[in-house]
Structures are given as structure tokens and as C-alpha cells.
């Protein structure tokens, strides 16, 4: 079965930097689009990060030049860098699998707290 699972959420202090990963199985990897999304408590879901079969990358503005998508196929694993993480950072992030005319498939969210 297809299997996304999102690690290296916790509690950080403003200004620092933690690093996500999400681990799949059950697809083949190097043939799906993935992506980063967050939801914040009393906000809707919003992407934060894209990352194409190609390599190429895209980011929400509010994340521009902060964080970094990045994947290894070898372990078909996604990763998000996240730097200078503000109070706003705060939200449960999500792990995406994207593919054209195929199922799309979400991981169970791991929990990212900033301190103010």
C-alpha cells in the first residue's frame, strides 16, 4: 500500500532551523511531483513547497528564500529545510504525492511549534 510518512516536526525557537523528511513507499517515487503543505491553527491548508520530477522547485512567498525543497529518489524521500522559521511557521505540514491522472496521496502530518 502507498505510505507517506512525515518525521522531524518538534518545538524551535524563533530564528532556527529544522529539517522534514518524508519517507514513501508503495510508488515509484521518481515519477511523482512532490510538495509541502501546512495548516495553521484557524487557517486554511496552503502549499509551501513543490519539487517536479525534474528537480524543479516552487514556493509560496511566504516561505521565499527561507525554506528548501530537496529529493533523494535513491530513498524516496522528500525533505524540507526550514530556516529562519518565524512564530507564523507554526502549523502541522503535510507530505504530498502528485501525479497527472493518477491518485494523489497524503502523509499523516507531523507537528512544527516556533516559540515566539
Known amino acids: 500500500q502507498v505510505q507517506l510518512v512525515e518525521s522531524g516536526g518538534g518545538l524551535v525557537q524563533a530564528g532556527g532551523s529544522l529539517r522534514l523528511s518524508c519517507a514513501s513507499s508503495?510508488?515509484?517515487?521518481?515519477?511523482?511531483?512532490m510538495a509541502w503543505y501546512r495548516r495553521a491553527p484557524g487557517k486554511q491548508r496552503e502549499m509551501v513547497a513543490v519539487?517536479?520530477?525534474?528537480?524543479?522547485?516552487n514556493y509560496s512567498d511566504s516561505v521565499k528564500g527561507r525554506f528548501t525543497i530537496s529529493r533523494d529518489n535513491a530513498k524516496n524521500t522528500v525533505y524540507l529545510q526550514m530556516n529562519s522559521l518565524k512564530f507564523d511557521d507554526t502549523a502541522v505540514y503535510y507530505c504530498?504525492?502528485?501525479?497527472?491522472?493518477?491518485?494523489?496521496?497524503w502523509g499523516q502530518g507531523t507537528q512544527v511549534t516556533v516559540s515566539s
Open positions: 504530498k504525492a502528485e501525479r497527472p491522472s493518477s491518485s494523489d496521496f
Open positions: 508503495g510508488i515509484i517515487f521518481s515519477f511523482y511531483t
Open positions: 519539487i517536479t520530477t525534474g528537480g524543479n522547485t
